[in-house]
């Protein structure tokens, strides 16, 4: 049986609390109670409420990542990486409360260590949708004259769909939006 420190306790008892409560209502002396830690032990790992929020959020994306990798380095064709990809993507993101109340929540709008996390999130994904991208074309699955450009476009159409689903909480069926996402990326829109 794996032995868990205080610091990852602490990190999961927070993520719990702010995923409850969310960052505003929550104290480091919440946090504290609920881990059965005292107080100075929290302060042993972290310097602050935003600081222990930030590496909650961190292990959030940390976790979609890892998800993600997998589904890249899978021998599937590259189509069916890309469409595991955007169902992966977003139905894990529909379950990481803290991180997209982080989106929804105007006090955290100046809160520029998660703007950091999002930026960097982007980033790597940009990589990881390019490198499905390059496997479609070497495979000839895929015509693409920009690959960057592409990776980046399926992106923000990805976090287009973010907005009705997660943050304005608007119950549909996220599968089927995306099969038409989906459809419309591999065979557009012009008539044939």
Same mark, same amino acid.
């Given at each position: 049986m794996a032995i868990t420190s205080s610091k990852d306790i602490i990190l999961e008892t927070a993520r719990n609390i702010f995923q409850r409560f969310g960052f505003a209502k929550t104290s480091i002396g919440d946090i504290a109670v609920a881990a059965?830690?005292?107080r100075r032990t929290v302060y042993t790992y972290f310097t602050s409420k935003e600081e222990i929020y930030k590496a909650v959020i961190k292990k959030e994306v940390n976790g979609l990542k890892d998800k993600l990798s997998e589904i890249i380095s899978s021998e599937s064709i590259a189509k069916e990486n890309l469409k595991d990809y955007m169902v992966t993507r977003m139905m894990t993101i529909n379950e990481l409360a803290n991180y997209y109340d982080a989106l929804r929540n105007d006090y955290l709008k100046d809160f520029k260590i998660i703007e950091k996390i999002r930026e960097d999130f982007d980033n790597q994904e940009i @990589?990881?949708?390019s490198k499905i991208l390059t496997k479609g074309v070497e495979n000839n699955e895929f015509v693409i004259d920009n690959i960057n450009l592409t990776a980046k476009a399926i992106l923000?159409?990805?976090k287009g769909f973010e907005i009705p689903f997660f943050i304005e909480k608007i119950n549909q069926n996220i @599968?089927?939006?995306l099969n038409s996402l989906i459809d419309i990326l591999f065979n557009g829109i012009l008539k044939m």
């Open positions: 059965r830690k005292g @990589e990881m949708i923000v159409s990805m @599968e089927d939006q």
